[in-house]
DNA sequence: AGCTCATCTGAACAGGTCTTCATACGACGG
DNA sequence: CCGTCGTATGAAGACCTGTTCAGATGAGCT
């Protein structure tokens, strides 16, 4: 769970190879809860309908059915998306009347999103293709990172 | 591009309050496939066991049992997920006889890595709990809870 | 008060994702 | 050449996620 001493297990089921590499990368990772928390933010801009919402908010405040038709999502959905969104305390809700206006409350994550569309910007299509062999890009760009 | 002449569609059953800002948005929002694209990447970092060997990664190369080893997960899970890091060119595996050594392919993801793990440092846990959890901790730890 | 509007909520379904088991491939060692 | 090792792959299963439909809540208007 926690501390486990880094036991060069050769006798369990897992074989390794550079056990100090293993031992060293076992010390940097955070904590468990860390990364299952960043995970989940991670998780949440992964959905293109929350992703758009959330890039629609980067120009300030919205009501919900604004958010739903600048996005193209039934409101219901963009509800439900919002709900979980505050609930990760990515966005907050500011209620005037029957209206209900969110805003971006996360500066970590609009600096995710800013540093996103900077990429999109400069950066042709992704070959968002699974199993193709990268036969013709097999050779790597070269350079030992260690 | 794909120009939507923004038609203020009172006649559709989608209700608009600030049609200006739902153009606006509209046009600054990156086209479905881009928009599509990097949801997808996201939602590769928003799985806490893919995430983790991206961690791990970021300290250099390493074969699949190392980083099943150095991350608690099977060695064939950590295939599958390689494989699919793969397919979006976010790793890249080098062959060394039996051995397949994978190392961060893309410096827009190492970027997010960073900038994450910049955040875990100097932030609190997070409530990543969702609307029903109030448990013992029902007074929030201090902020603004609601 | 009664009605409409904007949003929220709950349940159910469809679809996808992740893990595991079993097996196949290619590479090394004897 | 054959056995073993490291990895890759396929299929099956459990699990989770996102959308939709229906109804509920609360605020404003006549």
Redesign the pocket.
């Known amino acids: 769970m926690s501390a486990v001493p880094v036991e060069s297990d050769s006798s369990c089921g897992v074989?390794?190879?550079d056990a100090e590499r293993v031992a060293a990368v076992r010390g940097a990772l955070p904590e468990e809860g860390r990364v299952a928390d960043a995970a989940?933010v991670f998780?949440?801009l992964?959905?293109?309908?929350?992703l758009k919402l959330l890039v629609a908010l980067l120009e300030g405040e919205?009501?919900?059915?604004?958010?739903?038709a600048a996005c193209g999502?039934?409101?219901?959905?963009?509800?439900?998306?919002?709900?979980?969104l505050?609930a990760h305390r990515v966005v907050i809700?500011r209620?005037?009347?029957?209206?209900?206006?969110?805003r971006l409350a996360d500066a970590h994550v609009r600096l995710l999103l800013d540093v996103t569309l900077a990429h999109l910007e400069h950066a042709e299509p992704e070959p968002t293709t699974l199993?193709a062999?990268p036969s013709t890009t097999a050779a790597a760009p070269g350079g030992t990172p260690r």
Chains 1, 2 share one sequence.
Request: aromatic share 4%.
């Open positions: 074989r390794i190879v989940a998780a949440l992964g959905d293109p309908g929350r919205m009501c919900v059915c604004d958010l739903a999502q039934g409101e219901s959905a963009v509800s439900h998306q919002l709900r979980l505050r809700s209620r005037s009347g029957r209206m209900a206006y969110y199993p062999a």
